[in-house]
């Protein structure tokens, strides 16, 4: 079994957002008590995060949990990686090319993440690349 919730995130309109971290931290506290070791892992839907912050407090769960995590941390493949080459593509075959490299950098990025690597510097071009 997989589980596919939300991060543990203040409202949009709340005036407070809390940092990277916080979020990290509040995420991990509340499955540590509640999602039993068995289950397979957890795949986190983006939940309205732009992509990167999203990738931001996935890479902080996993370089700062990771000893206590008995489950992979990951992402459902959704916004947070596909919503960028979307954004771009808009259905127009001119833009395939550049959407395809978009989406390839969201996946790269979301791999650091995933190892607990990703910074935000990584998301200037090419720099993904360079990791």
């Known amino acids: 079994m997989l589980l596919k919730p939300n ?3 203040p409202g949009k309109d709340c005036p407070v957002q809390d940092s ?4 990290a931290e509040a995420t991990v506290t509340c499955l540590l008590r509640t999602v039993p070791a068995a ?3 957890v795949a986190f839907l983006s939940g309205g995060q732009t992509p990167e912050l999203a990738s931001g407090r996935l890479s902080a769960m996993n370089s700062t949990f990771k000893n206590r995590l008995p489950w992979p941390l990951t992402f459902s493949f959704s916004r ?4 960028p080459a979307l954004d771009i593509w808009k259905g127009n075959e001119a833009n395939v090319t550049a959407a395809q490299k978009a989406l390839l950098n969201r996946a790269r990025l979301n791999h650091l993440a995933r190892q607990g690597v990703y910074t935000s510097a990584l998301e200037k071009p090419d720099a993904a690349d360079a990791k």
């Open 80 to 83: 947070a990686i596909q919503q």
């Open 39 to 41: 289950v397979g892992g």
């Open 20 to 23: 990277v971290e916080k979020v």
């Open 7 to 9: 991060m543990v995130l």
